[in-house]
């Protein structure tokens, strides 16, 4: 009956998977995604801006044919916009209609009222159920953002994969639903969250890996450009900066050259593009000017040296 | 079980954990009496463990009752010797081959003094005459740490477990049944339109819930500020024990948390753990760059949610205040107020021109003594209290400089 693509069988095939999704990983990642997809744990990836943790959600739900369910956490998040609400519209009408029909049997309209019809569902209830294609890809993103009674809420979600609507009962996933959390670390998410997940820090990849990231993001962009981009980026990683640029900016950074048809990086163009790569004015500040420069020219002869090797 | 000693011995047992602080009352000695008596008291690891699942029951209790049996039952002569003897409390430790060093009030519990009261010296001056109490305690309210005696440290430190620091509470954006509130709850409604059949359907309300914001204390541990961070450390115990969304950093050269050493529940534990984990107890600051390591590794994760930051320092710096405007900024900016609590505040002719000091003043909210126990209440006081803008309470400081 499922038409989605088979689970992954070893790390390897869960790193071609990904991989076949435009989404270059390496071993520690897709060990971890592979451990979380064959024993039905949720995926807790936490990293800085940028690096590609949502991602990594959309890519598998794509892979493998599952329907992916987006919840985006935010504060006072609540079980009526998480898990379901109840149409208030609808019911007041079946109310209304009792009326004035006459029936109006107390025991009756409330068996009515509160019956799955009237039912709204919300991602969490809705990633419980399975379709064609298998369970669901259930992305909950950006947990450190909800509230901490939210996240003791989706304790029993993750634990049990069954929610309870008073009126209705319990409701379980016949088949969990693969979940990838995502937090940027903007607060700390409780251990006891953290215990029923597997971990992995999502953290910035080396040259060779990010070069292979542009040229499948960015493939019309000149071989030459992308390597200066991806050397340039790296050594701003060194530097001591408040935010360090994540491979969603290197991305944009191409593409952004790319408009302004610019086919190797020169000072002039660095300084009035640094924009793009880094979001505050200290670290801008910084960088602006003679540094910039040095470390293009750095990058320059580095690159000079490797091409001549 | 056998008439022997051993009921009368884990009597005295239970008298000496209660002496110490654990609240064991004659109900828990005989349970611990039944449950050594169902177990193979010559295994002492099976006795041990009954002992405790009788005795103790909270986590924090573990480490005080742990030391308690060591010392109690390797040699329970020794505390009989020391109860006609009267031994002092040195000898305790001399005696117990214990190489952890006795908690505090263990030791006390095991010296006896005058029988029939608690034993704790400070209790006696603060609780028990109470015509001295009340005086005592203004005096003590408005005397500065460094100038307290260890008996009057003591009672301090005592009266600080139980102060709180109620901050002013935020909106949040969650919403409860209410029913004053303004906006209507459809699912309270609708639930209780079930009730009547939908013949009569009132309206419930819901309005939004308030909660205190999260809390940053940032303390200077350098040796200047020796006598006072030790006070401090009290009082971030009891805030931090106190409600949740606490940090703590300590600093002298290199800023350190200590928010997990500070969650246990017992105080000397807590402080112990803090001891270990701290390296530069008493030594130089360097304000800018514990601030600069602060807001590099822990800002984005601390102070998220709006939190208001305590941040205990002399400004005195090492370094003479380099780079630690830019760092004081970017903090300030980064959270919803900024306290400054200044011991050297406590002299009147106090200005803040030192380097270190005056680089900090422009960037906080509230300026304020931290050298009494009085001054602690005013800022409870003071953060309970909404500001009408941000800098309100420096506004005069900020004009003198």
């Excluded at chain 1, 309870?164 to 995502?182: D, H």
């Excluded at chain 2, 924090?60 to 049996?69: C, I, K, S």
């Amino acid at each position: 009956m499922e038409t989605g693509r088979a689970l992954p069988q070893s790390v390897a095939e869960t790193g071609e998977l990904l991989e076949a999704g435009d989404y270059v990983s390496d071993t520690a990642l897709a060990t971890a995604v592979f451990l979380s997809l064959k024993l039905g744990r949720p995926l807790f990836l936490e990293g800085e801006a940028g690096v590609g943790k949502t991602e990594i959600a959309k890519v598998l739900a794509e892979t493998l044919g599952r329907r992916l369910i987006r919840l985006q956490c935010y504060e006072g998040l609540d079980v009526a916009s998480a898990v379901y609400e109840w149409n208030y519209a609808r019911q007041m009408i079946e109310i209304r209609l009792a009326e004035a029909s006459g029936g109006a049997d107390r025991e009756r309209l409330g068996r009515d009222l509160f019956g799955p019809e009237f039912l709204i569902e919300r991602p969490l209830l809705q990633a419980l159920r399975s379709d064609d294609a298998g369970p669901p890809v259930l992305l909950i993103d950006e947990l450190d953002r909800a509230d901490e009674p939210f996240e003791a809420y989706l304790l029993e979600v993750l634990s049990d994969f069954q929610v309870t609507v008073p009126e209705i009962g319990p409701i379980a996933a016949t088949v969990p639903p693969a979940v990838i959390i995502t937090s940027n670390r903007t607060r700390e998410i409780h251990d006891a969250l953290k215990r029923r997940c597997f971990y992995h820090w999502v953290g910035y990849p080396d040259a060779q890996r990010e070069l292979d990231i542009l040229s499948r993001k960015a493939p019309t962009a000149p071989g030459d450009l992308s390597r200066q981009v991806v050397a340039y980026v790296q050594k701003v990683r060194e530097l001591d900066l408040f935010k360090l640029p994540g491979i969603a900016e290197t991305i944009d950074w191409v593409h952004a050259l790319m408009q302004l048809d610019v086919v190797a990086l020169d000072p002039a163009t660095v300084n009035d593009t640094l924009g793009v790569l880094l979001k505050y004015q200290d670290d801008i500040a910084r960088l602006q000017g003679s540094k910039a420069e040095r470390i293009l020219n750095e990058v320059r002869s580095e690159l000079a040296a490797a091409g001549a090797a | 079980m056998n008439g022997g000693r051993l009921p009368e011995n884990i009597m005295h047992f239970g008298r000496v954990l209660r002496t110490a602080g654990l609240p064991v009352g004659p109900d828990q000695v005989l349970k611990a009496i039944e449950a050594a008596s169902v177990v193979d008291v010559a295994d002492r690891t099976q006795f041990y463990w009954a002992l405790h699942a009788a005795l103790v029951n909270r986590r924090g209790q573990r480490e005080l009752f742990d030391q308690a049996f060591h010392i109690f039952w390797r040699n329970p002569r020794l505390l009989e010797r020391m109860m006609s003897l009267a031994i002092p409390t040195s000898g305790v430790d001399a005696g117990s081959e214990e190489a952890e060093p006795l908690a505090r009030r263990l030791a006390e519990a095991l010296t006896p003094q005058e029988t029939g009261l608690r034993e704790r010296e400070g209790d006696e001056e603060v609780e028990i005459h109470a015509e001295l109490t009340w005086s005592d305690r203004e005096v003590l309210r408005a005397m500065d740490f460094e100038t307290m005696s260890l008996a009057e440290q003591e009672a301090a430190r005592r009266a600080m477990t139980k102060m709180r620091l109620p901050l002013r509470p935020v909106p949040a954006r969650r919403f409860r049944l209410h029913p004053r509130g303004l906006r209507p709850d459809l699912r309270a409604t609708l639930r209780g339109a079930m009730r009547t059949g939908g013949d009569f359907v009132a309206l419930r309300r819901r309005r939004r819930l308030r909660r205190p914001p999260p809390l940053v204390v940032i303390c200077d541990i350098s040796g200047s500020m020796a006598r006072y961070s030790r006070m401090l450390l009290h009082f971030m115990h009891a805030v931090t024990n106190d409600r949740d969304r606490v940090h703590c950093f300590l600093f002298g050269t290199r800023l350190a948390n200590v928010t997990r050493q500070l969650r246990q529940k017992d105080v000397d534990t807590a402080l112990a753990g803090v001891a270990d984990a701290v390296e530069d107890w008493s030594g130089g600051t360097r304000i800018g760059a514990s601030l600069r390591t602060f807001n590099r590794l822990w800002s984005r994760r601390v102070l998220g949610q709006g939190a208001v930051v305590l941040l205990i320092s002399d400004g005195l710096d090492r370094d003479s205040g380099d780079g630690l405007a830019v760092q004081i900024e970017r903090l300030h900016k980064s959270c919803r107020r900024l306290v400054w609590l200044n011991p050297l505040l406590r002299y009147d002719a106090y200005e803040p021109r030192a380097r270190g000091a005056a680089a900090l003043m422009p960037h906080v909210d509230e300026f304020r003594p931290a050298h009494n126990l009085d001054s602690l209440e005013d800022l409870a006081a003071a953060l309970g209290r909404e500001p009408v803008r941000r800098q309100e309470g420096v506004s005069e400081w900020l004009t003198r400089l």
